[in-house]
């Protein structure tokens, strides 16, 4: 499946409730599966894994749904390789995270 047809797909199944909820609620809805993935790979499951990658991927497009972004569109900024230095691999330094 190409990413457009996934995000078409999500749209059919939820773009009603997605509408009536709204953005900043739908946000929180995505935020907390960034949590369960982050739980997830914590635990290291691949089932789990799979699942709330998918999940983290199904809210993200109905977030671009709820705000008219083709996400396949939006994808092409990697197109070129890194969106900053377009070298494959990146040889952009990295900066310390701070914690």
């Known amino acids: 499946m190409h990413i457009q047809e996934f995000q078409a797909l999500i749209k ?3 773009h009603t409730k997605d509408s009536q909820r709204g953005l ?5 809805w995505f935020v907390e599966e960034v949590g369960e993935l982050a739980r997830a790979l914590h635990r290291g499951n691949r089932q ?3 699942e709330e990658f998918a999940d983290c ?13 083709d996400m396949e569109v939006a994808i092409r ?3 070129q390789g890194c969106s900053k230095c377009h ?3 990146c040889t952009c330094g ?3 995270p701070t914690v």
């Open 94 to 96: 990295e900066p310390k």
């Open 57 to 69: 991927l199904a809210w993200l497009a109905t977030l671009a749904n709820l705000q008219g972004i």
């Open 12 to 14: 059919a199944i939820y």
């Open 87 to 89: 070298a494959t691999p």
């Open 48 to 50: 789990d894994l799979e």
């Open 24 to 28: 900043d609620r739908t946000f929180v």
């Open 77 to 79: 900024k990697y197109q």
